[in-house]
C-alpha cells in the first residue's frame, strides 16, 4: 500500500511540475517553409480570408484592408513584410489570416499556413542567435524546441507597435532621401547610432550577419566611403543588402589585395620594402587567421629573401580545421608568381617549398582569441581578420597584439584597417603597417 | 596546436578504441577550448615532453569506464576496483604511445610520462593559458572525450 501511495503522489507531482512549466502558448505557423510562432496573447483570432481591398500608395507589404464583421482590419503580408518568397494565389483563393491585437490595434497578417497552439514553458525559449539570416534578429523574441521541430518566436508588439514611432520619427528629419517607402519596416527598431542614418545602421548589422563583418572604429573610414559609392551604385534604390551576394558585392572591395592565393611580385616587393634594417639573429612572425596558409608561405619566402642570415619562425594559426590542415602540405602548380621560383621544388603533383622554407613555418589549429603561447614578435601580419571579429574582440586582440610586439616591431593590418590610438603609421600607401607609441 | 599534431592523436584513439573494444566508434567533431572543463568521473592523464610540452587528458563517466574495462578484461567487472583503474590507464597509454610512435615516425620528438588516474565527483580540471582540441569518441559503452593540449617549446 505505501508503495503505492508513493506512486500517486509521485505521478501527482510530476503533473503538477508539468502543468507549471507550461507557461507560454504560442500559434505556430509556417513562413517560406520555415516554423515560426507568436504569443498566443497576441492572436485574436485565425481566418481564411481573400479578396482584400486595394489601398493606393501603401508600402507593398500592405495587402490591402479586409471587413472582419464590421471592423476594417489592415492586412500585412509577412513574408513580404520579411522579404521571403511568397507566392502570388489565384485573386479569388483564400489566404491563412492570422488577426493579431497589438495594444489597441488590431490587424491581419497573412502567413503560408496556420499549424496548431503549441505550449511551452517560457524557460525553454532561448535567445536568437544573431545570424538567423532570413529575419532581422531584432523581430526574434526566441527560439524554441518542441516535438523535435524548431520554432522561431517571432516579437510581435517590436514589429508593429514601435514602427509607427519611427516613423514619425523619420518624417521628422527631412534629409531622409533615401529612407523610401521600403526602407522604414526593414529597419524598424533601429539603433539609434552614429549619424543618425537608419539605412548605414541597418547595412552595418546586415554585413554583421551574412559576412561576420563589424564595422568599428578599425574599419570605419572604409565603410563610410563605400557607403556613399554605395548609394550612388544603387541609383536612388533601395540600399540596404538583402541578400548574401549582395552584402558580398558591397564589401568586395575591402579585402587586401592578394587575399587566398599567393602575394604577387609587386606585392611581395612593396612588402619587402617596408621592411626596416635589423640586426637580429632570430625573428619571431605571428600570422593570426592565415586560412588556408597562402598567407604565411608568401611570408615565409618574403622574411627569408629579406633577412637570408636570420633564423624565421612563423607562427600561422587559424580555427578554421578544414582549412588549416591542407596547409602544411600545399602543392602549387607551375604558375606561381616568380618570386617564389627561388623557395620551391619541383615534386610529382607540383611545385612545393623547400625544406628550409617549411620548417620555419609552424601551422597551428588555434583560435586566437584563446590565450597565444607566443615569444615576444618583431612582426604581426593580420590582414583583415580582426573585421570578422567581434567588437570586443577586436579590442581585445589589438591589446594582445601591443602587449606580445617587440617596442621596435611592425604591425600589419588590411589595407582598408586602421589600429586606431596606441600606433603610428609606419607603413606606405600600399601596405598598412603600423607601430607601437612609446 | 601545430596541425601536424592532430591526426596522430585522431587515428591512434579510433585505432586503439577500435581494436580493444572490438566494436564500431564514431569521432565527433574536434573543436579547440580554452576554459576549465569539467570531468566526467574518470580522467587518465598522460603528460608529453621533448620538443613539446603538453599533456593528454582521457575522460569519461564511471559506467562507461567500467564498461570499458569489463570489455577489454573479457568479464563483467561491476565495481571500480583496481583491475578497472589499470585498465583505463592502460588504454590511456595505449592510445598515447601509439600517437607519439606516428609523430616520431614524422620527425618530432615526444616522450611519455607514466599514465595517471583521477576519479571523484565534480572534478574540474583547470590549467590556465593553456588552449586543448577536443577528440570526442562515441564508442558502444559510452562517450570518451581526449582532451589534448600541446604547445612549442618557445
Not at chain 1, 544603387?234 to 549582395?246: F, N, P, T, Y
Request: overall charge negative; proline content about 5%; aromatic content about 10%.
Amino acid at each position: 500500500m505505501p508503495a503505492q501511495l508513493e506512486a500517486q503522489t509521485e505521478a501527482t507531482e510530476a503533473r503538477k511540475e508539468k502543468a507549471d512549466k507550461v507557461d507560454y502558448k504560442m500559434v505556430t505557423f509556417s513562413l517560406a517553409g520555415k516554423e515560426y510562432g507568436i504569443d498566443i496573447m497576441n492572436v485574436k483570432e485565425i481566418a481564411k480570408a481573400g479578396r482584400f481591398t486595394y489601398v493606393p500608395n501603401a508600402a507593398p507589404f500592405v495587402r490591402g484592408v479586409y471587413n472582419l464583421r464590421g471592423e476594417i482590419i489592415s492586412v500585412i503580408d509577412l513574408r513580404i513584410f520579411f522579404h521571403l518568397p511568397a507566392e502570388r494565389k489565384e485573386e479569388d483563393s483564400l489566404e491563412s489570416l492570422l488577426i493579431l491585437r497589438v495594444d489597441d490595434h488590431v490587424f491581419g497578417v497573412i502567413v503560408d499556413a496556420i499549424d496548431k497552439v503549441v505550449g511551452i514553458s517560457s524557460q525553454s525559449i532561448q535567445p536568437p542567435h544573431p545570424i538567423f539570416g532570413d529575419i532581422n534578429v531584432r523581430y526574434i523574441k526566441g527560439v524554441v524546441e518542441n516535438a523535435s521541430k524548431l520554432y522561431i518566436i517571432l516579437d510581435v508588439e517590436r514589429i508593429f507597435a514601435p514602427q509607427r514611432e519611427e516613423e514619425e520619427k523619420e518624417e521628422a528629419v527631412p534629409a531622409k532621401a533615401l529612407a523610401g517607402a521600403e526602407a522604414s519596416p526593414a529597419a524598424g527598431t533601429t539603433l539609434a547610432s552614429s549619424g543618425g542614418d537608419i539605412s548605414s545602421s541597418f547595412v552595418k548589422e546586415t554585413l554583421a550577419a551574412f559576412k561576420g563583418f563589424h564595422v568599428t572604429g578599425l574599419n570605419e573610414t572604409w565603410f563610410e566611403q563605400r557607403f556613399s559609392e554605395w548609394k550612388i551604385e544603387r541609383a536612388g534604390k533601395d540600399v540596404q543588402l538583402h541578400e548574401a551576394s549582395e552584402a558580398d558585392e558591397f564589401i568586395g572591395g575591402f579585402w587586401s589585395s592578394c587575399t587566398g592565393r599567393l602575394w604577387e611580385d609587386d606585392y611581395a616587393a612593396a612588402f619587402m620594402a617596408t621592411l626596416p634594417d635589423l640586426e637580429t639573429k632570430s625573428l619571431n612572425i605571428w600570422n593570426p587567421g592565415c586560412g588556408k596558409g597562402y598567407e604565411a608561405w608568401s611570408l615565409a619566402c618574403i622574411f627569408r629573401k629579406r633577412y637570408p642570415e636570420t633564423r624565421i619562425k612563423v607562427w600561422a594559426n587559424d580555427s578554421d580545421l578544414l582549412a588549416i590542415s591542407m596547409a602544411p602540405n600545399m602543392v602549387f602548380p607551375e604558375n606561381i608568381p616568380d618570386f617564389y621560383g627561388e623557395f620551391t621544388v619541383k615534386g610529382k603533383n607540383g611545385l612545393s617549398f623547400i625544406q628550409p622554407v617549411r620548417d620555419s613555418i609552424f601551422f597551428e589549429f588555434h583560435d586566437a582569441l584563446n590565450p597565444n603561447p607566443l615569444p615576444p614578435l618583431d612582426f604581426i601580419v593580420c590582414r583583415d581578420m580582426l573585421s570578422l571579429l567581434a567588437p570586443a574582440d577586436q579590442k581585445k586582440m589589438l591589446d594582445d597584439f601591443a602587449d606580445k610586439l617587440k617596442p621596435a616591431g611592425l604591425l600589419f593590418l588590411g589595407a582598408n584597417e586602421r589600429p586606431g590610438s596606441g600606433w603610428t603609421d609606419a607603413g606606405s600607401e600600399a601596405i598598412g603597417a603600423y607601430r607601437k607609441e612609446s | 596546436m601545430r596541425v601536424e599534431y592532430i591526426n596522430p592523436f585522431v587515428e591512434a584513439a579510433f585505432n586503439v578504441l577500435k581494436e580493444v573494444l572490438n566494436s564500431d566508434v564514431r569521432r565527433g567533431e574536434l573543436y579547440l577550448k580554452s576554459t576549465s572543463m569539467p570531468v566526467m568521473g574518470v580522467a587518465a592523464i598522460v603528460g608529453l615532453a621533448g620538443d613539446v610540452e603538453g599533456r593528454v587528458l582521457f575522460d569519461m563517466d564511471k559506467p562507461t569506464a567500467l564498461k570499458i574495462a569489463s570489455v577489454m578484461n573479457g568479464e563483467n567487472l561491476p565495481n571500480f576496483d583496481d583491475l578497472v583503474k589499470a585498465t583505463i590507464t592502460e588504454l590511456a597509454n595505449m592510445i598515447t604511445a601509439q600517437a607519439v610512435t606516428k609523430l616520431h615516425d614524422l620527425g618530432f620528438r615526444f616522450d611519455l610520462t607514466p599514465p595517471a588516474i583521477f576519479t571523484g565527483e565534480n572534478m574540474e580540471v583547470s590549467d590556465a593559458e593553456v588552449e586543448a582540441l577536443i577528440v570526442p569518441m562515441e564508442t558502444p559503452q559510452g562517450k570518451i572525450e581526449i582532451n589534448v593540449a600541446i604547445r612549442e617549446r618557445s
